[in-house]
């Protein structure tokens, strides 16, 4: 079972948790409902998920492996999955400056990614102008930040810049 350091199990899950360890897992792994918090406020999206999201985050270690990016990985190699509604709290952005900083470091790290994925040179400069617009409608619009009033124009605009820069610093990684 692992959680990142900024989620916290309600009473609920640990409830729930222990009742599965009592009666034996039946599944390779377990996804269970994670709620985020974005300045203390329940968010309906935040990319790259739509909220709530059911994350695997408990797993055979013999039967479950991760791939290998640096951000959001995902797991692999399980053949059942079992599913818990008791939710997980994920507090995170509390403050401007948590989000700016953790835009700089999220997008680092898909630059690389990206980089590291591509066989051919890419794109970068075309994506880097074109796909934000496509991020920010994703996000306002079909995915549902609108629901969340200002907030929701916010995490909307960080999908967009997150979009934009993740594609500038790979064209930059590229070409040095």
Not at 30 to 58: E, F, N, Q, S
Not at 72 to 92: A, K, N, P, W
Not at 155 to 160: D, G, K, W
Request: proline share 2%; charged share 25%.
């Amino acid at each position: 079972m692992f959680f990142d350091s900024d989620e916290i199990a309600s009473d609920a899950l640990i409830d729930e948790i222990l009742a599965l360890k009592d009666s034996g897992f039946s599944h390779d792994a377990y996804t269970v409902r994670r709620d985020w918090i974005v300045r203390g406020k329940v968010v309906h999206a935040l990319m790259p998920v739509g909220c709530p999201d059911y994350p695997v985050r408990i797993y055979h270690r013999d039967k479950t492996d991760f791939t290998e990016h640096s951000v959001h990985e995902t797991s692999l190699g399980h053949d059942s999955v079992g599913r818990i509604e008791s939710s997980l709290v994920h507090h995170t952005f509390e403050s401007q400056s948590e989000l700016m900083r953790k835009l700089d470091l999220y997008t680092d790290l898909a630059a690389v990614d990206l980089v590291n994925r591509e066989q051919s040179g890419g794109l970068h400069w075309l994506k880097q102008w074109s796909s934000p617009v496509g991020a920010f409608g994703k996000w306002y619009f079909r995915r549902g930040n609108w629901r969340d009033g200002r907030l929701g124009l916010t995490l909307a605009l960080y999908a967009s810049t997150y979009t934009h820069r993740k594609y500038r610093k790979a064209r930059l990684l590229r070409n040095s």
